[in-house]
């Protein structure tokens, strides 16, 4: 069973950075497609990013970004099989909310037109975002 813990969530000043990591016990990361999600207060799960599967073959092996995040966040896999982080930059107020990783079920690669909660099948618990002055 393949289970995950975020963290490097908190509170932060506009502008600022934060580091979330996705870190899992169990198989290695590398099997599966991992999305970050999140929620912001009185709204919906959104995917925000995403990484395929190292399984896939080189033309599905997309790494997708939402519009909103686009060029301030950037998804990777640590040099540790079961870590995989969430580097945020120029971090807006917008981008408040609870911060979710997942996996899809082994050998998928990462949607091209993002990450859909239907399509995820491991959940965390979630790390808080608060960008605030």
């Known amino acids: 069973q393949l289970q995950f813990v975020e963290s490097g969530g908190g509170l932060v000043q506009p502008g600022g950075s934060l580091r979330l990591s996705c870190t899992a016990s169990?198989?290695?990361?590398?099997?599966?497609?991992i999305g970050w999600f999140r929620q912001a207060p009185g709204k919906e799960r959104e995917g925000v990013s995403c990484v395929s599967s190292t399984h896939v073959t080189a033309s599905n092996a997309v790494t997708y970004y939402a519009d909103s995040v686009k060029g301030r966040f950037t998804i990777s896999r640590g040099n540790a099989k079961n870590t995989v982080t969430l580097q945020m930059n120029n971090l807006r107020p917008d981008d408040t909310g609870v911060y979710y990783c997942?996996?899809?079920?082994?050998?998928?690669?990462?949607?091209?037109?993002?990450?859909?909660?239907?399509?995820?099948?491991?959940w965390g618990q979630g790390t808080p975002v608060t960008v605030s002055s």
């Open positions: 169990g198989p290695s990361l590398d099997y599966y497609a």
């Open positions: 997942a996996a899809r079920i082994p050998g998928y690669a990462c949607s091209s037109t993002g990450p859909t909660l239907a399509e995820y099948d491991y």
